[in-house]
């Protein structure tokens, strides 16, 4: 889900009737969205030119300019906004193409259900979001390809050419894997709904009296009784855990817990085992 917080959420109402636009502001300002308002088409294409707004609520009848003909141009300078026609049941037929060719997000009518409302401007801002972060986070993982394929091009000055950019995520998984199962401490991934998700060698190692956690079973029935402990306390009080442990196969593990998710966009815990010096 993405983090609403740190988004702006804009709003621009168009409608050449002064009341109309004047009761949507006091509806929906009181669920904390910056308003804009516009009167004309050609006045909410020069808001649209002044602001980043996220979506936009219009009238479909209108003197020289309807809200289809309206938001066909937001469509073409504006692709991300989301877009909204709020009119009567007589004017479906006239928006109905412009549904189709994804001008318009929805159709509400007049007069509205204020809850109905509300809750469809609310859904219509979490998509607005969703595009923002699919945005975000496709140049980050540009920017990292990128810093990828130079540490490579560094490394492998024999490599006469880039390859294709799927070989080079592979090439990127397999040496994370291995790094995984050859680091000097053992590794176990649980997930939010409490499944192990990631072990390493080491951790089966350690914990090699039949007691090693299986990729794919719930750590309540495969860890044990000790580290099953430390990750309820990590999972639910959302903090790092240190604690050293006498396992029954008498190995002594320092373990670190650590919850995932507090500064990323990633969930589950994570166990890191290390042999008590």
Known sequence: MVDDTQYQRTLLLVDDE??????LTRLL????????????????LKVLEEHDIGVIITDQRMPEM??????????????????IVL??????????????????????????????????VAEAFEHYEMKLENIRLTEELK????????ANLQLSKNVEKKTEEANLNLHVLTIAQEVLENMPAGIIGIDDSGIVAIT??????????????????MAKQS???????????VSSKAGDQFET??????????????????????GGTILVLTETI
């Open 29 to 44: 300002r009181r669920e904390g969205y910056k308003i804009f308002r516009a009167y004309s088409g050609k006045e909410g």
């Open 245 to 266: 442990v006498t396992l029954a196969n008498e190995a002594r593990l320092d373990v670190h817990g650590k919850k995932m998710g507090i500064s990323s966009g990633s």
């Open 200 to 217: 390493n060698k080491l951790t089966e190692q350690w914990l090699s009296n039949g007691t090693a956690p299986v990729i794919g079973s």
């Open 66 to 83: 309807t809200g289809v003909e309206f938001l066909y141009q937001v469509k073409l300078t504006h692709p991300d906004t989301i877009r």
């Open 143 to 150: 920017l990292a390809n990128a810093s990828l394929e130079k």
């Open 18 to 23: 002064e009341n109309i636009v004047s009761s």
């Open 223 to 233: 860890l044990p009784d000790k580290l099953f402990d430390i990750y309820e306390n």
């Open 87 to 120: 009119s009567g049941y007589t004017e479906l037929n006239s928006v109905t193409d412009a549904i189709n060719e994804g001008a318009i997000y929805k159709f509400l009518t007049k007069p509205w259900d204020d809850e109905l409302l509300q809750k469809n």
